[in-house]
């Protein structure tokens, strides 16, 4: 099982691929409807370089359901997560062809 501070830094990895597939996709639909590449590129990127806020923490849980609840709310955004990663995958391969 991994540590707490491996899977913080994993999930802030997966944050910052999908923003910058976010980026990178609204960077490709401006370029296609027009816009000058380099107003596009200040569009699409201006947010890329943040600050990283502080860990968000779980609200005080003080018995098993509600450890419960906030293990089912971590699982749909896992799954949500895990959908959106998918999408970014075929949308690239598809870019690369």
Same mark, same amino acid.
């Given at each position: 099982?991994?540590?707490?501070?491996? &899977?913080? !830094? $994993? &999930?802030? /990895?997966? /944050?910052? +691929?999908?923003? #910058?597939? $976010?980026?990178? /996709? /609204?960077?490709?639909?401006?370029?296609?409807?027009? @816009?000058? =590449?380099?107003?596009?590129? #200040?569009?699409?990127?201006?947010?890329?370089?943040?600050?990283?806020?502080? @860990?968000? $923490?779980?609200?005080?849980?003080?018995?098993?359901?509600? #450890?419960?609840?906030?293990? !089912?709310?971590?699982? #749909?955004?896992? +799954?949500?997560? =895990? $959908?959106? &990663?998918?999408?970014?995958? +075929?949308?690239?391969?598809? =870019?690369? !062809?």
């Amino acid at each position: 099982m991994a540590t707490p501070e491996e &899977t913080f !830094k $994993r &999930t802030m /990895k997966t /944050k910052a +691929a999908l923003d #910058l597939f $976010r980026a990178f /996709k /609204k960077f490709q639909e401006l370029l296609e409807s027009g @816009v000058d =590449s380099g107003a596009a590129f #200040l569009q699409a990127f201006w947010g890329v370089y943040y600050a990283v806020p502080p @860990v968000p $923490r779980p609200d005080y849980i003080g018995e098993v359901n509600g #450890l419960y609840e906030a293990m !089912k709310e971590a699982h #749909l955004h896992l +799954a949500e997560l =895990s $959908r959106e &990663t998918e999408e970014a995958m +075929a949308y690239l391969k598809g =870019s690369m !062809k």
